[in-house]
C-alpha cells in the first residue's frame, strides 16, 4: 500500500493491464510515439518550405522539359479524321481518295478556328523536323484548301507535289500518336527508312553521336589535365606547414572565386593571334609574324581555358585528403628499403586514390555540362553538347529535339553522380 | 619538406625541379587574372601590352576604359541588377535554406537521404539543362524576362550552398543548449534566436556568400530567363567578349577580381572564427 501511494506521487502509474501511464493517464507508449511524431512533423515542417520552392521552381521545370522530348501532340491535333482514315493504309502507294476527304475536311475545320488557335502552323513544324519541305507544303496547301473541289486527291497533289509522295503519308501514320521517340531517333543520329525500321542516318547528316563521343573525349582530356597539373600541386601544399600551405592555396582559391567570365575573358586575351603569348613569341624572335600560333575558338583554346577552369575543382579534395596521409608511412617504406619512387608508388599513391577519384568525377561531372566557356572560346571544334542543346532551343527552335538531348546528358550525369556518391559520399563535397 | 642531409645529387635536383614545377602550375593558375589589372590600364584599344607600357610611359597607361565604363548606361544598370538580382535571391535562399537544414539536421527527420538528394540537385544538374527548363516553365507562367523569374531562378540556384554549409556546421552544434534553454523556459523561437542563431551564423554567413556569388557570377540561366531590362554584369560581359570586345572588359574583370578577393577574405576569416568557436583550431 505505501508503495502505491509513493507512486501515485511521483505521477506514473499502471493501468489496469499493467502498461506504464503518464501523468495525464495516457499509456507512456502512445505518449511516446505522439511526441515522435510531433517532432518528425517539425522538423518535416521546416524542411517543407525550401522542399516546395525547389519542386515548383525547379524540379517540375526539369521534368516538363523532359517531358516534351516525348510529348507529340501537333499531328494529332490537327489531323484527327485524317489519323483515322490511314489506320488501315499499308504504306506503298498514295493514300485513297477518302483520306484526302478527310485532310480536306480537318484543314477546314481548322481554318475556323481563331487564328492564335490554328493547329496547322505546329504541324507544318512538326512535320518539318521529319521531312524537310514539309512545312512549305502545309502552308502552301492551306491557303488554297477553301477553294479545292473534289476529287480532293488531284486538288492536293496539284497544289504540293509533296501530298503525292508516300513519304509524307508515312510519317503522318508513323507520327500521330500523342507519344513519339522520333526526338531520340534524331538525338542518336537515326532515322526511319521506308519499311519503317530505323536505320542510322547518311554519314554526313550524323551530329549528335559523334558529338557526344567528342564532348566525353575532351572532358576525359581536361580531367585528365586537371589531375596531371592538380596531383603535383596538391602534393606540395600538403607538405607544408599549415601556415605557408594557406599562402599558397590562394593560389587556387583566387581563381575559384573570381567570375567564370572574367576567367574566360582573361584567356581570350592571352591566347588570341594578337593576344599577349603570341605577341611575347613574336617579340623574342622564337616565331615570326605569319606563324602565330591559333590558340583560341578551337579545342586547343577549350582544353587550355577548362583545365585552367577546373583546376581548383582538382586540387581541393586531393589536398584535403593528402593531409590526412600520415608521412610516417613513407617514411617506414624507405626505410625498409624502397626507394623513393618505389615507397611513393607503393604506399603513397595508393592512399591518394580516394581523392583522385573524387576530384576526378567532380571536374567530369562539372566540365560534361559546361556550356560558356566552349561557346566563347571553343570555335567550332570546340562546340560541345550544351552549346548545341542551347542552339535549338535559342535559334533552330526544335524544342523537342533539344529536350530529347537535355535528358539524355542529364542522365548521363546523374549515373555519374551516382558512382561519385558512392564513391566518396555526397557529404565530403566541400566548398572553399 | 626541408631537404635532408643526406641527399645525393640526383635528389637534389629532383627535389628543385619538382619546386619549379609546382610553381610552374602556381603561375599558370594566377597570371591570367593577374595579367588583366595591368592591361586594364592600357591607353591604346589593344589587348597586349604596348611598347610605352613595357617601357613604364607614363602615357602608356591611362584610366579611360573605367572611364569608359562608369559612363555606360548598360554597364551601369548591369551593376545595379546584378546587386539587386543577388541580395534578393540569397535572401530567399538563405532562409529557407537554413530553416532546410535545421530541419535536416534533426535526428527524427523522415526520409533524410532522399530530401537532401533533391535539395542540392540544383548544384548537380548542368546549368544549361536547369536554364532550359526554368526557360520553359517560366514562360508558360508568364514570369520569363522579370526580374522575379532571375530571382526565383537564382534563389533555387542557390539554396544548396547554404543547405551544405549550415547543415556542416550544425554537425558541431550541441543539442543539449536548446534543450537547457526549453528547460529553462524559453519558447522555441526565443532558443532559436539567443541560443542556435549565434551559434550557426559563421555557417549561415559564408552559406549566403556562396549563394550571394552563385548569383553574382551565373550567366546561363541570365541567358535563357532575363530580358534585356535584367541584364547582369556577366551577361553584359558576354555580349561584350561576343559582340564588340573592348578593354572595357579588363577593367570589369579587374574590379571583379577585386570583389572576389573581398569575399574570399571574409569567408576564410568566417571559417577560421567557426572553427575556433567549436573548438577546432587549426593546427
Known sequence: MAMADATAQTGSATDSRGRLLTSDG??????????????????????????????IFFAFPILQMMWRSVDNPQIVNALPRTLDELRDWDGRAVPPERVFVALHADIMDDLERPRREQRIGPLGVRLNYELSAARSAISRTARDVPNFEAPFREAFTDAHRLWGQPELWRVIQREGRPLTLSYYIAALDREYDEFGNIVKRDENRRIYVSLFGRTLALRLVITGMTFLLGFPIAYYLSSLPMRYANLLMIAVLLPFWTSLLVRTSAWIVLLQQQGVINNTLVGLGVIDDAG?????????GTIIAMTHILLPFMVLPLYSVMRTIPPSYVRAAKSLGATPWTAFRRVYFPQTLPGIGAGGVLVFIISIGYYITPALVGGQSGRMISNEIARHIQQSLNWGLAAALGSMLLVGVLVLYWLYNRLVGADSLKLG | MSMPAYYTAKDKIWHYAFRVICYAIFFFLLAPILIMIPLSFNAQPFFTFTREMLTLNPEGYSLRWYRDFIGSESWMRSIRNSFSIGI?????????????????????????????????????????ISAAGMFFFFSSINIAQTYLGVVLAHAALGTPFVVITVTATLVGFDQSLTRAAANLGASPARSFFKITMPLILPGVVSGALFAFITSFDEIVVVLFVAGVEQRTIPREMWSGIREDISPTILAVATILVLISIALLTVVELLRRRGERLRGLTPQ
Open chain 2, 88 to 128: 534578393a535571391a540569397t535572401i530567399v535562399s538563405t532562409t529557407l535554406g537554413t530553416l532546410a537544414a535545421l530541419g535536416l539536421s534533426r535526428s527524427e527527420m523522415p526520409a533524410k537521404g532522399l530530401i537532401m538528394g533533391i535539395l542540392i540537385s540544383p548544384m548537380i544538374v548542368p546549368l544549361i
Open chain 1, 292 to 300: 602565330r600560333f591559333s590558340l583560341i575558338y578551337n579545342q586547343t
Open chain 1, 26 to 55: 495516457t499509456p507512456l507508449r502512445r505518449a511516446l510515439e505522439r511526441a515522435n511524431r510531433r517532432r518528425k512533423l517539425t522538423a518535416f515542417a521546416l524542411v517543407s518550405p525550401l522542399l516546395a520552392f525547389i519542386l
